[in-house]
């Protein structure tokens, strides 16, 4: 498993941007397929975005796209999730994710991930 940890989150006002990062431990990083996913209050988990190993492919939830951007630093162990032009409902806690085998198809859904960070909170107000 990948030992992950978010961080980044905060109180926005809507328009604005934030960059959340997930640091991973361990040393084969490089070669998982990474994810973000996001849960609001009352509302089950949900996928956001997610990124091939090597970064060659991304993918995105449709309400986020043209949004938001997701990035990785292989060298630094680091995925990113750049947020611009936040709405109200991009209110959620926000988990980075890595599945259960390396290389392989990028995985838009929850139970294809089996490590996960404790989450950062992102509020964005009116």
């Known amino acids: 498993q990948v030992q992950l940890v978010e961080s980044g989150g905060g109180l926005v006002q809507a328009g604005d941007s934030l960059r959340l990062s997930c640091a991973a431990s361990?040393?084969?990083?490089?070669?998982?397929?990474m994810g973000w996913f996001r849960q609001a209050p009352g509302k089950e988990r949900e996928f956001v975005a997610a990124i091939r190993w090597d970064g060659g492919s991304t993918y995105y939830t449709e309400s986020v796209k043209g949004r938001f951007t997701i990035s990785r630093d292989n060298a630094k162990n680091t995925v990113y999730l750049q947020m611009n032009s936040l709405k109200l409902e991009d209110t959620a806690v926000y988990y980075c994710a890595a599945p259960r085998y390396r290389y392989g198809t990028v995985e838009l859904t929850l139970n294809k991930y089996d490590s996960w960070g404790q989450g950062t909170q992102v509020t964005v107000s009116s």
């Open positions: 361990g040393r084969t990083f490089g070669s998982y397929n």
